[in-house]
Nanobody, 114 residues
């Protein structure tokens, strides 16, 4: 499976962004998908995950209440709606299978200015 994250950009604190993760190669609908991010000089960290059916979601404490993960299996795509962005949300955002990751790809850059 190849994953392409998109939707990042440069925004101000308090703004919103919606990230998309399109899967190709084969369906990703049967897998738990997650969003991860990596800030400069830091390790990649978990942000959010969604079950294959979309019913169960999980969030890192740092984004809980501000981010919403969703997926559209018919489009083989996952989303991350980000609201009330903070400078500490800055980083490269990736999507991937939570259990055994596929190739991470390039991710999408999110930069939040104060």
């Amino acid at each position: 499976v190849q994953l392409q994250a998109s939707g990042g950009g440069l925004v101000q604190a308090g703004d919103s962004l919606r990230l998309s993760c399109a899967a190709s190669g084969r369906t990703a609908s049967k897998y738990v998908l997650g969003w991860f991010r990596q800030a400069p000089g830091k390790e990649r960290e978990f942000v959010s995950a969604i079950s294959w059916g979309g019913r169960d979601t999980h969030y890192a404490n740092s984004v809980k209440g501000r981010f919403t993960i969703s997926r559209d299996s018919s489009k083989n795509t996952a989303y991350l709606q980000m609201r009330s962005l903070k400078p500490e949300d800055t980083g490269v955002y990736y999507c991937n299978r939570v259990t055994i990751p596929w190739d991470w790809g390039k991710g999408t850059q999110v930069t939040v200015s104060s």
